[in-house]
Structures are given as C-alpha cells and as structure tokens.
C-alpha cells in the first residue's frame, strides 16, 4: 500500500520550480554554462536512467546505491535505475563512444534519491557539473576547482568554504584501510553492530558517519593523507600549489571522504556557513581515475564535481540580498481601450525583436489592474499605451524602480531604452 499522500500533490521529497523563482535557476544555468564555456567545456545530455550496473559503480556500500537508489525493472525485464548522480552515466558515455582525450564536459541535470526529505535534502535534486576525462595532470584539478570557485563568485555568494583531501591511490589505499580498520576495529565491542559491520564493508565509509558515539573513536582514526604514496603526495602539493597560486582559499580536511568509492586522489567540498551542517554541502567533487576501468573501458583518469543548484539557491537567499534575476525589462500598459486592438501587439514585438524582455496583460484589463501586473512581474519599465500620447505619437514611460515619469516619442523608444539601461543587465 502507497502512503496515503494527497496523489495530486508532488510526491515528498520533490518540488516544482515555478516563475519567478524559475527566472532565478535560468541565470544560474547561464552563468554556469558562460564560465565553463570559456574553459572550454562542451555540454553533455546523459540519459535519465541506465542500466543499475553503471551506477553500481559508484560503491555497493554507500548509502546512495545500497539505499536509496530508484531502482526498477522495465517491461522487458532490464534491470534499470533513475540516475542518483551525474558522474558515472558520463564515464559511461565516454567508455562506450571513446572521445579524444582530454574529455571536457559540463552538465545540467536532475538526481534521484531515496533520501529523508527536509529542507535542502531532496528525493529529486537537480546539479550543474563538469568532468575531465583523459588526464591525470594536477592542473586539470586545480582548473575543476577553480571553476566552482568563479561561479560561486559568479553568483555573489559569501561565506563559503573550500575542504580539501586526497585520498591516495591504488597504491596508497590498502595500506591505510589496513591501519583503519585495525584502529576501529580496537573499538567496535564498545560500538554496536552497525559500526562494526560498516567497518568490515568499507571502513573508509565510517570516517564520515554522523552517529555521535562514534565521534571520538573517528577523530583519533589515522588520516589517509599520511598514508599516500610517493606519487599521491607529489600530486596533492601540486593540487596545492596551483590553488595558492590562484589565490584560492582552502582547508585540509583529512576526514573528508564523500559519499562513493569511485574517489581517488584529490577530494573537495564546497561548504555554505549559511545551512545547517547536515545540509551545508553546495558542491563537491574529486578525481575517480579507476571508473573508467571499471566500466570496461582503457584506463582513463576523471576528476569532476556537482553542485547542487536548490542549495545554492537556499545559500543565496539565506544571503538576504540575493539578486532579482530574470525580471522582465518593459511590461506594456494598453490605455487605448480597444479591444483587439493590435497597436499594444506590434509594440511588444517590436521591444521583444529589439532584445528587450517585455511583456503585456491579456483580456482588455483596465490601465490600473495592468500597472499592478506590471509591479508583480518585476518589471524594470511600464510603458503606456495612452490616448493623450497616442495623439502626439509618444508613449509614457515610468522608471518603476524610482517612480519617475517622462514621455517618449513612439519612434524613439527602443533607442531611449538601450540608453537608459545601457551598463545594466537587460536581456538585450
Ligand atoms: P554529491 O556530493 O553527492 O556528488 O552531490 C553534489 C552536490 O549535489 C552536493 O554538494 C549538494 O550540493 C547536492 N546534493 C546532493 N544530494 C542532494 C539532495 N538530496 N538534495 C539536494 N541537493 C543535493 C556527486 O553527485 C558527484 N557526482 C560529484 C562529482 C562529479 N564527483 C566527481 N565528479
């Protein structure tokens, strides 16, 4: 028996994005793209779901597969699940079309987890995120980062924490589990049955565990970072290197481990002071350089990240002065009163050909219910559509941010707009 949730309501956990908040997620999309088209990325669109072996990858163990995956079978018996994250459907795509390394792609798209739903924790989270394949240079890490690091700057977003890790590779890895597991183990009688068997699956899983009781015992756990091998370490100081020079602000974090096994090498986290701690996550991400392997493919390093777009968004308004993105420039107010009229419909294409984003009410509103739609729509601009200016061939301006009044010759208009928002951000 299903829950009895209201079934014409959106499931728990999942929300629609609606105008204008919606205006909010097209600029932030924008500015993603615009940053890591300058870099170089080109989009990618995997699909929505893939066969439940692609993201079995990412770790039998981790909560995300084990627990919380939207897993189904299909009408033809396959085996098939909605994508809990972006990394492994795009090492995927590359291990199946075999693309000129290095491999630079971005992504926009929706994750599905079968998580505890509050605020900033969703059964469906959309992110925007990048992949490099095909290289294990240090300074593809360094330019990952980078990237998230600009589009925070991008959206103006303060407060915000760089964590940094590694978490060595196949040679610096069995050694240091040894010694974990050794440390944890010293202590699991006094810790129950979970820890312990989270211990014997993958005891690198425990050192992010929020149980409380297990606090302690995790603190004094050994760090993987004295662990690395000759070359891991070389590669973390170079990491290191690169973001000092940029300028990039960042902690060492030695028990950061993320949420997949996939990782190796270089980890990060992006942290907002603006949410709660189980929820202060706006991105994170790492290098994964045996996936490829593990999907079949030839051996191929791959760094990336996600960043969740609903978080930033909640970092943003926790801000306070989060910008109004995405109102409209013009809304046209029709005073000529008559219906059908088609003077109000060529100028606003006229603005819209112009580059301008304006709109116009519908259905022969009267001029005061029009001039109140135009205050919803945050318009920058009303312009009117009056019967004494249509006698001089003008319209009336109003400056709806300060209230200001002027009229306008018709003819006049598109070239009085661009100066008057010339250095503004309009969509012309
Ligand atoms: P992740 O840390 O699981 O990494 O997710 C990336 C970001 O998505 C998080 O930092 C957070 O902002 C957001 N996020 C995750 N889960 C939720 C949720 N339930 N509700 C809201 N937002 C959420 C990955 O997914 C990796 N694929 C990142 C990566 C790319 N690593 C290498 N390449």
Request: aromatic share 8%.
């Amino acid at each position: 028996m299903p829950p009895a949730d209201d079934v014409f309501r959106a499931p728990k956990g999942v929300h629609d994005v609606l105008p204008p908040e919606s205006a909010r997620w097209v600029d932030l999309v924008a500015r993603f793209a615009r940053r890591v088209r300058r870099a170089g990325y080109g989009m990618v669109v995997s699909p929505l779901f893939e066969h439940v072996e692609v993201f079995e990858r990412v770790g039998e163990h981790t909560d995300v597969v084990a627990k919380e995956m939207y897993a189904f079978t299909d009408k033809g018996g396959r085996q098939l699940a909605l994508r809990p994250e972006g990394t492994a459907g795009v090492v995927r795509a590359y291990v199946q079309h075999h693309p000129t390394p290095p491999w630079k792609v971005w992504y926009v798209a929706p994750n599905f987890r079968y998580e505890r739903a509050q605020k900033g924790r969703y059964r469906q989270h959309w992110q925007v995120g990048v992949e490099v394949l095909g290289t294990d240079d240090p300074g593809a890490d360094v330019e990952v980062i980078a990237l998230l690091d600009g589009f925070y700057r991008d959206l103006g977003l303060t407060g915000v924490k760089l964590l940094l890790n590694s978490m060595g590779d196949a040679e610096s890895r069995p050694g240091y589990v040894a010694a974990l597991r050794e440390h944890l183990l010293a202590h699991a009688d006094a810790l129950g049955d979970e820890f312990r068997a989270r211990v014997h699956a993958n005891p690198l899983r425990v050192l992010d565990a929020k149980v409380e009781d297990w606090q302690d015992v995790i603190e004094r756990a050994p760090q993987l970072t004295e662990h690395l091998s000759e070359a891991s370490r070389v590669h973390f100081e170079l990491v290191q290197e690169g973001l000092q020079a940029l300028g990039i602000d960042y902690e060492l974090a030695p028990r950061l481990v993320r949420g997949f096994d996939y990782y190796t090498s270089t980890t990060f986290e992006f942290q907002t002071a603006a949410l709660d701690a189980a929820q202060n996550a706006i991105g994170g991400g790492g290098r994964y350089d045996g996936l490829a392997e593990q999907m079949g493919g030839a051996p191929t390093p791959g760094i990336g990240f996600g960043a969740g777009i609903e978080r930033v968004m909640l970092a943003l308004d926790a801000q306070g002065d989060a910008p109004m993105l995405g109102g409209l420039d013009v809304f046209l107010v029709d005073g000529l009163g008559a219906p059908g009229g088609t003077e109000s419909l060529v100028l606003v294409e006229l603005l819209r050909e112009a580059g301008f984003a304006a709109d116009r009410a519908f259905g022969g509103r009267s001029v005061k219910a029009q001039w109140k739609a135009a205050d919803r729509a945050g318009a920058r601009f009303g312009v009117m559509l009056g019967r004494d200016e249509a006698a001089r061939d003008a319209v009336a301006v109003k400056d709806l941010f300060s209230g200001e009044q002027v009229e306008v010759p018709r003819t006049g208009l598109v070239a009085w707009l661009q100066a008057r928002t010339a250095g503004e951000e309009t969509t012309a």
